[in-house]
DNA sequence: GCTCCTTTGCAAAACGTTTTGTATGTCGCT
DNA sequence: AGCGACATACAAAACGTTTTGCAAAGGAGC
């Protein structure tokens, strides 16, 4: 069967194309008597008529295509969410997304853009794999654009990110609620928002309940299984031994449950954990189940949508909006009230 | 700055459109002198042209546009491999991914292709998140389409899956030639191609090794951490104790670690653990690091996407192609001799 | 009965390319 | 010198829409 076009509708409905055009758009669909419209959307509907969007994007200067560009899709598990969002949000509203990796190479992000544009998306999604501060591609001077876990030098551009301190104290208070006093902290050694964000969270928290923040309770390393369990045996090995662990990272997280377990320690009685991301993978996989603060990649890859598009339908110079999203608490098993000692 | 057009090159460089439009494309280069034709370049380059791909793709029946429709890329960590896979292939070749998610709806997939199909996808790449037998939808026929982990009761589409059986034979082979005989399986417990493959994989590798198959080496469960811890427990507290256990997925060998710690088991020592998937998060994560049989998802959708676009370029009827890929083991460290009882 | 609106429909131009057909030279050959 | 062959450049049509301007018909007001 070849394509059916809007000729082919107006042939069959003995109409001009224009008709054909003006019934199907409500937008101008005083042009047309009630009766003929009807009659050509039913034409077009038993046709199966759907109009090509190359040409109309063509006439309208709208492609209804929006470009998202990513660092490391592949590597990390929250892209997924992080896209899925985007993508929802966008094709509620008629938009389709054209997904791209640069793999964090700059060249190739330039490219990539270039390639986007060509394609006259509407607008961009930039998107980061965990929060940053970033300098803005030039190339993006121009397009709409919307950071999606990341902020700009330039205030100029809208942004999304989850908000870090609040995380962070969503987490130890969850703990000293339990009745903890005496709460280690297991931080990233990277230089970014996360790792500054969550410590400042945790001593705020800390402060709140009125307990003094002790320096030797905060062990980093590298953001993995490996990072996390060594850093709770050290941790844990401490004179003045934390009955609680707050972990920078789901997967450090799953580091100190080994640490537990080769110290003989079973969580949550001996020991309350706590982590921060909820990979369903780790904290739903390790056992007892572990209770964390979610990042909330699916929704902010939706908002980072929605915002842009609200952008581009308006079109004026809006003012950008830079959003912090709340990070939920996530129970599972992992934290319970302190032993008597 | 506005978007520079080719009649803008034209004006610019003192020629018409129509040079070019030839002067850019080297397939019509015998139309123009190579002087005009250097010279026609250099100025679009200063310009900084770049055609519309809109208006090319309508002119030319090809938009450079593939679509990609997946059931759920959020909850699966896979996705990201077999999207990265697929977009690099695509974009080496000049062709942009479009990625579309069902959320597993018969309605919202038929809804979501015709979209696709819209905004004219020279070709779909209809990917399943994980490895299974499915009814091509209908709306797919007469576009280009190859099968991503999935084969289909039309054998005339293209289509490409992991060999689930020679996976399992790889991961039981590593148990034996360290030295194993009693080899538990873990298996999935739903119907699909990857239970019964790797099952049959598992009694070949032991008849190959000249080992009785004992039906009571063989446990299943959901495929989660915790249906691996329990049927660990299980095999682990056997007359018969296994020195050895195959899981079915990375999940389950989590959970299988889970069980031989709770039995004060330590791995590899006490017990040899090999799992099927190669999921980095868990693999990298456990402690020690899980050996286990990878799933070549970048490989599949790189392949899926490559076939596709020479199945448009090629455009005669092709003879479609079902593609077995092999799965490679990746060595960690829980997989060790037995010890001598 | 005439003018003036309103309703309804159509023809044609436009979006930015690519490609076909054609025109103008220029050269080589007889 | 005359003819055809070739090289080079351009005008125009086409891809499938949307929208503007215009025309015809009908109705209302004077």
Redo the contacts with the bound molecule.
């Keep these: 069967m070849a ?8 042939k069959a409905a ?12 409500d ?2 669909g ?8 009807d009659h050509v959307r039913a034409v077009a509907e038993e046709l199966g ?4 969007r ?8 709208r492609s209804y295509l929006l470009g998202m560009v990513n660092d490391q899709i592949a590597t990390t598990p929250f892209a997924g969410e992080m896209i899925l969002g985007a993508q929802d949000a966008a094709y509620e509203r008629g938009w389709l997304l054209m997904m791209l990796d640069t793999a964090s190479d700059p060249e190739l992000e330039k490219k990539q853009i270039n390639t986007l544009l060509q394609h006259q998306v509407d607008g961009i999604v930039y998107a980061k794999m965990y929060h940053q501060r970033i300098a803005t591609p030039t190339e993006l001077a121009g397009v709409p654009t919307v950071l999606l876990d990341a902020t700009s030098d330039l205030g100029s551009i809208s942004s999304v990110v989850p908000d870090e301190v609040a995380a962070a104290r969503t987490a130890v208070r969850t703990l000293i609620d339990a009745g903890h006093r005496t709460i280690g902290f297991i931080n990233n050694i990277d230089d970014i928002p996360a790792t500054h964000g969550r410590f400042q969270g945790y001593v705020e928290a800390l402060g709140e309940a009125g307990i003094d923040f002790d320096p030797a309770l905060v062990a980093t390393a590298e953001s993995r299984a490996e990072g996390g369990r060594i850093a709770a045996q050290h941790l844990l090995s401490l004179p003045t031994r934390p009955t609680a662990l707050f972990c920078f990272s789901d997967r450090m997280a799953m580091g100190a449950y080994q640490a537990a377990g080769s110290l003989g320690m079973t969580i949550p009685h001996d020991l309350s954990v706590i982590g921060i991301d909820n990979l369903e993978l780790i904290a739903e996989g390790l056992w007892p189940g572990l209770t964390t603060v979610a990042l909330p990649h699916y929704g902010m890859g939706r908002w980072a949508v929605t915002q842009l598009l609200d952008e581009i339908e308006a079109s004026g110079d809006e003012e950008p909006v830079h959003m912090i999203f709340d990070c939920p608490l996530v129970q599972r098993g992992s934290v319970a009230p302190p032993l008597h000692i």
Tied chains: 1, 2.
């Design positions: 394509k059916v076009g809007i000729r082919d509708v107006a003995q109409v001009s194309v224009t008709t054909v055009s003006h019934a199907l758009s937008a101008h005083s042009r047309v008597n009630a009766a003929t419209r008529y759907a109009p090509n190359l040409a109309s994007g063509l006439r309208n200067q």
